[in-house]
């Protein structure tokens, strides 16, 4: 891709500089497949990381028009399988993530942060949330705020005075992973959460069973947008750097089935470079999600939602 730029790094999650070599793996949405992207293991905490890894600056080009469209949720004529899912399972997805929030924070104040193309707070400005969003890709942030209307910021660093001790909530959904410090991002975004307030963090797990037997081909991975890939000890030990704690986790019921689909979708496309629909393959996607699900009891969730609260110092 023209104007990629890399930079080597340490740890992302612990700080450490000793890694070894994980796997390669490639960009799902730039054909053909070429593995030139490296995941490497922290030897202090286990967390995966991709070193070298794009720059900041650069992040734009990993969102193409034509493959990250933020009209999608909002088109009726869908063309393939998986857009037709997505769009039968989204209002779902959404109505989940509202309810877990009303659960425990009732309706007030939300901050979004990477909040995409604003369709989870429109749902949340219909139930009554003074909301606002953060979005850092250029397209997203347009779609969000002259489309749909919505404040966005375009940087967390743009969070002024004015909402200091403001929100009663702030979700990160699978968002968090795409920003190059996660524990700065941690710190800045603390002060502006109410001391009663929740913080939601819905991230890929690498200890899944469905990541086991897809590996490079994981869905989840979704490199190089997402830079690093966590469990959830190695999460506890992120947040311990920090003045959050965990106060709940629990697993993501429809990232099972997101997942294992998406990744036989391409492990397909890898391996049978043309446009061969299996339904055995898929089948067996339902089978590993299943499988996963039921592994999954133990604590482990293809994706994992942890609330987090501020520690009480
Ligand atoms: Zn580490």
Not at 56 to 81: R, T
Not at 135 to 162: C, M
Request: aromatic residues 16%; proline residues 4%; contains cysteine.
């Amino acid at each position: 891709m023209a104007g990629e730029r890399f930079e080597a790094v340490d740890c992302p999650v612990c700080g450490t500089k000793e890694a070894t070599f994980f796997l390669k793996t490639f960009d799902r949405y730039v054909f053909p497949y070429e593995k030139k992207y490296r995941l490497e293991k922290c030897r202090n905490c286990g967390a995966l990381y991709v070193n070298p890894r794009p720059v900041l600056e650069n992040q734009d080009h990993y969102y193409p028009i034509d493959i990250h469209n933020p009209f999608l949720e909002f088109e009726a004529n869908h063309q393939d399988f998986f857009q037709k899912l997505y769009a039968f399972v989204h209002p779902y997805a959404i109505s989940w993530k509202r309810k877990q929030l009303e659960k425990i924070a009732g309706v007030g104040r939300i901050l979004d942060v990477e909040c995409g193309n604003g369709d989870f707070l429109y749902a949340m400005r219909r139930h009554l949330w003074e909301v606002m969003g953060v979005e850092r890709i250029q397209k997203y942030a347009n779609f969000a705020h002259r489309t749909l209307g919505l404040p966005v910021l375009r940087s967390i660093e743009d969070l002024s005075g004015a909402t200091i001790d403001y929100f009663d909530a702030i979700t990160f959904w699978h968002s968090f992973s795409r920003f190059h410090d996660p524990v700065t991002v941690l710190e800045k975004i603390y002060g502006h959460l109410k001391a009663e307030g929740f913080l939601f963090i819905a991230i890929p797990n690498t200890r899944s069973l469905d990541f086991y037997f897809y590996r490079e081909d994981w869905a989840a991975l979704d490199i190089p947008r997402r830079l690093f890939h966590i469990t959830p000890a190695q999460m506890q030990k992120l947040v311990r750097r920090t003045g959050w704690k965990i106060i709940n986790q629990k697993q993501i019921g429809l990232d099972y089935f997101y997942n294992a689909l998406l990744s036989e979708k391409i492990r397909m496309a890898r391996i049978l470079p043309s446009r061969f629909f299996s339904p055995v393959r898929y089948f067996r996607g339902f089978l590993v999600a299943w499988l996963s699900r039921i592994v999954g009891i133990t604590g482990n969730g293809s994706g994992m939602l942890y609330i987090l609260q501020k520690r009480k110092l």
